[in-house]
C-alpha cells in the first residue's frame, strides 16, 4: 500500500453534524472514531463535553464547529463558542468565516472575525481550521475572479493565525438551474490552489463528498492533511482488505481514484 494504515486514520476527522443526529448515534460515532484510530471527531458544540468523557485516553481529538455552517453568526458569538467549546475539551475548532462579509470585499472585518478566534483557541490550546465555502465562491467577488478570491482567503487566513483552511463545511448547498439544491464540496482544483497559497505552516483540509478510499489516497496526493469523512469506516475497511490481498499475495489494483471538476 502507498500509505500506511495509520497515516491515512490520522487525516480523518469524523463527521458528526448531520441536523437529526440522536445522542445516541453520537456516542456510536465517537466509539467508531475510537475503534478506528482517526484523527478527531468533527462535532456541535453541545456535544463536546460527552465526546471528550467517551473518547479520552484513545489519541482522538474531538474538533467542535463554530458558525457553522453558514458562519453568520457575530464575531464575539464565534468567540465565544470557542472559549465554551475549549473548556468543555475542544482540541480543535472549525470556524465558518462570514461569508456575506467576504464577498462584499470586507477583507478587514473577515480578518477580525477569524483572529478572534484563533487567538481564543490558541491560547487554550486549540488549532483552527477555517471553512471558506467554496460552493459559494465560484463566481468570484469583490472583483476578483473564483480562484483570485481563494488565494486572497487563503493569505488573510494565515496572516489571522489559521492552522488549516478548509473547503467547506458539507452543508454549502447551492440552487441549481433545475430547483433543486446540491454542492461539489473539495475539488482537486481548489486542494491544488489551496495548498500553493499559503505557506508550509498552515496546511490544508477537504470536507465535502470524498467517500471512498481512491478519494482519501487521492487528496492526500494533493498535499492535504486532514479530509472530513461520514464514510470512515468504509474507507479504511478497504484499507484492510486491500492490504490483506497484497500480503496473500493477491494484489488488488485501486481505481484510478481521478477526480473531475465536478467533485469526489
Request: some cysteine.
Given at each position: 500500500m502507498k500509505y500506511t494504515y495509520e497515516q491515512l486514520a490520522k487525516m480523518i476527522d469524523h463527521s458528526l453534524l448531520h441536523p437529526t443526529m440522536t445522542d445516541q448515534e453520537l456516542e456510536d460515532g465517537c466509539r467508531l472514531a475510537a475503534q478506528y484510530g482517526v484523527a478527531s471527531v468533527c462535532i456541535k458544540p453541545y456535544a463536546v463535553r460527552r465526546a471528550a468523557e467517551l473518547l479520552m485516553g484513545s489519541g482522538v481529538f474531538v474538533g467542535a464547529v463554530i458558525g457553522f455552517p453558514h458562519g453568520n453568526a457575530c464575531t464575539e458569538s464565534k468567540r465565544y463558542e470557542t472559549e465554551l467549546a475549549c473548556r468543555d475539551g475542544a482540541a480543535e475548532i472549525d470556524m465558518v468565516i462570514n461569508i456575506g462579509k467576504a464577498l462584499s470585499g470586507d477583507w478587514e472585518y473577515v480578518a477580525?472575525?477569524?483572529?478572534?478566534?484563533?487567538?481564543?483557541?490558541?491560547?487554550?490550546?486549540a488549532k483552527v481550521k477555517v471553512i471558506f465555502e467554496n460552493d459559494y465562491l465560484?463566481?468570484?467577488?469583490?472583483?476578483?475572479s473564483s480562484d483570485d478570491f481563494k488565494r486572497k482567503l487563503c493569505e488573510l487566513c494565515e496572516r489571522a493565525g489559521a492552522d488549516w483552511v478548509k473547503t467547506s463545511s458539507g452543508y454549502g448547498f447551492v440552487k441549481q438551474a433545475d430547483g433543486s439544491y446540491n454542492y461539489k464540496g473539495a475539488t482537486e482544483h481548489d486542494l491544488a490552489l489551496m495548498h500553493a497559497s499559503v505557506s508550509p505552516k498552515v496546511q490544508v483540509k477537504a470536507a465535502g463528498g470524498v467517500r471512498d478510499l481512491d478519494g482519501l489516497i487521492r487528496v492526500r496526493d494533493l498535499g492535504v492533511s486532514r479530509c472530513g469523512a461520514t464514510a470512515t469506516a468504509a474507507m479504511l475497511d478497504e484499507y484492510r482488505r486491500r492490504e490483506a490481498a497484497e500480503k496473500a499475495g493477491q494484489g488488488v489494483a485501486a481505481a484510478p481514484g481521478a477526480i473531475g471538476a465536478g467533485g469526489y
Open positions: 477580525r472575525d477569524v483572529k478572534a478566534v484563533c487567538d481564543e483557541a490558541h491560547q487554550r490550546g465560484a463566481k468570484g467577488g469583490a472583483g476578483l
